[in-house]
């Protein structure tokens, strides 16, 4: 089994933090039960994201394998923070909810008589906001490395239109070509959700 190497690389952690926020993306929903394997994805996702940006900041590998830190999002966002990451303070207690599960290893073995614990999918903007700051921060361009900027599964159609829009046609022949109006052309109006002529 491979340790920690002597030189960490940062952008490698956030790239397999952007692996793991896109596994927990392509894992399917379940409710209820509680999706673990999607539980586990996102808050190792975090894990790696904190590590991330700590690494950038001159943490040693001997840090972040000691058993208070290790996988403790707790601490490893108050370090974050101590170093200057910088989140707005919904996102950092909506991101402090994940510790518990997390350091118990709840989404690996889950227990019938554990508490209850929060939905994962409320956790999905906060942890994109989180991935976001620390890539902005550790590869200092303002831009991410986001790999999903679209989200091409959600269907947007306008309010009461539930038919399919129809091809655009050519204009017709009994529609004169360009002229000056006359009091007897035809005209078309639009009817909301319906498909009068006049």
């Known amino acids: 089994m491979n340790g920690y190497p002597d030189t960490l690389r940062p952008g490698d952690h956030m790239r397999l933090a952007e692996d793991f926020f896109q596994a927990y993306r392509d894992l399917p929903r379940r409710l209820p039960p509680q999706s673990w394997p999607r539980y586990l994805m996102l808050c190792h996702a975090v894990e790696l994201a904190l590590k991330a940006f700590l690494f950038h900041h001159g943490a040693t590998p001997k840090e972040l394998t000691a058993k208070v830190v ?16 910088s989140l707005t303070p919904i996102v950092e207690s909506d991101i402090r909810l994940l510790h518990e599960a ?33 890539t902005t921060d550790v590869y200092k361009t303002g831009k991410t490395i986001r790999r999903l900027t679209l989200h091409r599964q959600i269907v947007v159609l306008p309010p009461g239109h539930l038919h399919r829009l129809p091809p655009q046609h050519r204009q017709r022949p009994r529609n004169p070509r360009p002229r000056c109006a006359r009091h007897d052309d035809v005209v078309d109006i639009a009817a909301l959700g319906g498909d009068e002529r006049r």
């Open 102 to 134: 997390h350091e118990n290893f709840w989404p690996r073995y889950p227990k019938e008589d554990a508490k209850p614990v929060y939905t994962i999918e409320q956790f999905e903007l906060p942890v994109r906001e989180l991935l976001d700051a620390i």
């Open 70 to 85: 290790r996988h403790s999002i707790n601490e490893l966002l108050t370090r974050a923070i101590n170093k200057g990451l």
